[in-house]
T-cell receptor, first 117, second 113 residues
Framework: AQKITQTQPGMFVQEKEAVTLDCTYD???????LFWYKQPSSGEMIFLIY??????QNATEGRYSLNFQKARKSANLVISASQLGDSAMYFC??????????????FGPGTSLSVIP | KAGVTQTPRYLIKTRGQQVTLSCSPI?????VSWYQQTPGQGLQFLFE???????NKGNFPGRFSGRQFSNSRSEMNVSTLELGDSALYLC????????????FGPGTRLTVT
């Protein structure tokens, strides 16, 4: 069964510092995708970054990078140079299957990040 | 390009009633997914549609149903509302071949009294 674990319910980070949000997953399917979403207080989910299980390199998108450790089944999100606007809930998610035939998306419980000026 | 739109944004219903929520995906997106978000259960997948066909379904009772039209717009319906159906209902659309990159709408906040 699919499962996503985010062990940090809440985190604080100083503005301009880097922060790592943890995510571990459980799947027996060799093909899967991992995602991170941001949900500000406004409620709208924002796609941040994607990592495929067969991707050789860690994904990066601007200030966001995904530290993918396949053997440990972890997909931590690293935010560099935190900004006040980064304060939000962050969700790790997974979808089993190949790009042409995906299964449903499973979300983790989320981590609340607060950036301190 | 306009984002995903959901209507209505807020809704108050009483137990036993039914409700229909609407989602218009980003132009060119043919895949639409629905999620329920509650403080207790978090984000849970409801169903996914592609080209008017339900492609995936989550673990929700039959009171929850959906459909997709030829223009990719989607609706979800909840019949015989229960208090536990109070939630934020999120719709997301994605481009074919990039289903991992979902663009979410602002959601519909449903309150059942």
């Amino acid at each position: 069964a699919q499962k996503i674990t985010q062990t940090q319910p809440g985190m604080f980070v100083q503005e301009k510092e880097a922060v790592t949000l943890d995510c571990t997953y459980d799947t027996s399917d060799p093909s899967y995708g991992l995602f991170w979403y941001k949900q500000p207080s406004s409620g709208e989910m924002i796609f941040l970054i994607y990592q495929g299980s067969y991707d050789q390199q860690n994904a990066t998108e601007g200030r966001y990078s995904l530290n993918f450790q396949k053997a440990r089944k972890s997909a931590n999100l690293v935010i560099s140079a935190s900004q006040l606007g980064d304060s939000a809930m962050y969700f790790c998610a997974m979808r089993e299957g190949r790009k042409t035939s995906y299964d449903k998306v499973i979300f983790g419980p989320g981590t609340s990040l607060s950036v301190i000026p | 390009k306009a984002g995903v739109t959901q209507t209505p944004r807020y809704l108050i219903k009483t137990r036993g009633q039914q409700v229909t929520l609407s989602c218009s995906p980003i132009s060119g997106h043919r895949s639409v997914s629905w999620y329920q978000q509650t403080p207790g259960q978090g984000l849970q997948f409801l169903f996914e549609y592609f080209s008017e066909t339900q492609r995936n379904k989550g673990n929700f009772p039959g009171r929850f149903s959906g459909r997709q039209f030829s223009n990719s717009r989607s609706e979800m319906n909840v019949s015989t509302l229960e208090l536990g159906d109070s939630a934020l209902y999120l719709c997301a659309s994605s481009f074919r071949g990039r289903e991992y990159e979902q663009y979410f709408g602002p959601g519909t906040r449903l309150t059942v009294t």
